[in-house]
């Protein structure tokens, strides 16, 4: 056998405990390393879910909103509608000067509060008809009009916004079936020349 040196005892090898311990390290951080990774992925599931829920509340929040508006503009839908007719009875009353004293207040303050609304009343005489706004109800032939017109307003009509809530009823005259140009005019024929 051999000797070992003075002062070291028997199975004490230095070495082999540095490889052991640098084995157990290693094994320490390879088990480290993987829970850091673990932990790492987790934490990606985790901000991943977080990131999804905030978008599905921002979607929450818009759509709420949304609708919100979307009722509101129905409730006030409704309720212009249902003044309409009101404001017709108004409409000839003051046709018949009828319009006086507080009545004549009352209705001021309520044309002016439908109209912060949004209500507003159109069809005038003179505009081409449209049938998308209009309603005809009487129907002539005119020499004094080119196209379709609306010669008589029988009703105003209302619209909120684009939405119409009730059509222009109107008297529509269009032009005479003599009297329509056609692609050419007449005017070399009548200024004396001749094609002969």
Known sequence: MTEKPQG???????????????AAEEAVAGA????????????????AD??????????????????RS??????????????VP????????????EVTGGFKSVAESLETVVAKLGL????????PFDPTIHEALMHSYSSDVTEDTCVQILQPG???????????MV????PQPGTQTTGEPDGDKADGSSDS
Do not use: C, M, W
């Open 120 to 127: 507003q009343q159109f069809g005038k005489e003179g505009e």
């Open 171 to 174: 008297a529509v005259a269009e």
């Open 8 to 22: 070291e005892q028997p199975g004490d090898d230095s070495a082999a405990e540095e490889a052991v311990l640098k």
């Open 158 to 168: 209302y619209r909120i916004g684009e939405r119409i809530i009730r059509p222009a």
């Open 70 to 83: 979307t009722v509101r503009e129905i409730a006030v839908s409704n309720i212009l509608e249902s003044l």
């Open 50 to 67: 977080l990131q999804r829920l905030q978008a599905e509340y921002q979607n929450y929040r818009k759509r709420v909103e949304r609708d």
């Open 32 to 47: 480290g390393a993987d829970e850091l990774a673990a932990a790492k992925r987790e934490a990606g599931e985790r901000t």
């Open 86 to 97: 009101v404001l017709d009875d108004i409409g000839r009353a003051r046709e018949h000067g």
